[in-house]
């Protein structure tokens, strides 16, 4: 079974950036569709952006169009969240997830990262 390990979150002004990785364990990466998910105090587990298995095909809320870019390094089990342009309502536990099929759908993530917290401050 894949195992994800998350980095790169931390406190950053706003307008600032951040680029999040997700290493993954296991021999048939490419073949898992990838998604980052993000809790804010408060709020329930929400889509930010998801990658298919090749990489050609993205998909984000729209709060992040344009700011937020999901890209993955198959030969590198890693996939990545550029983040632009950061608000303070970005605030919240970003996790990195594994599934069977690309989708927005929460419960179609099987695997999932413990989590790093990214603070933006005004």
């Known amino acids: 079974q894949v195992q994800l390990v998350e980095s790169g979150g931390g406190l950053v002004q706003a307008g600032g950036s951040l680029r999040l990785s997700c290493a993954a364990s296991?021999?048939?990466?490419?073949?898992?569709?990838m998604g980052w998910f993000r809790q804010a105090p408060g709020k329930e587990r929400a889509l930010v952006a998801a990658?298919?298995?090749?990489?050609?095909?993205?998909d984000y809320r729209d709060s992040v169009k344009g700011r937020f870019f999901i890209s993955r390094d198959n030969a590198k089990n890693t996939v990545y969240l550029q983040m632009n342009t950061l608000k303070p309502e970005d605030t919240a536990d970003y996790y990195c997830?594994?599934?069977?099929?690309?989708?927005?759908?929460?419960?179609?993530?099987?695997?999932w990262g413990q989590g790093t917290q990214v603070t933006v401050s005004s």
């Open positions: 990658i298919n298995g090749p990489g050609g095909s993205t």
């Open positions: 296991g021999r048939t990466f490419s073949s898992y569709a």
């Open positions: 997830a594994a599934g069977e099929v690309f989708s927005r759908s929460y419960d179609t993530y099987n695997v």
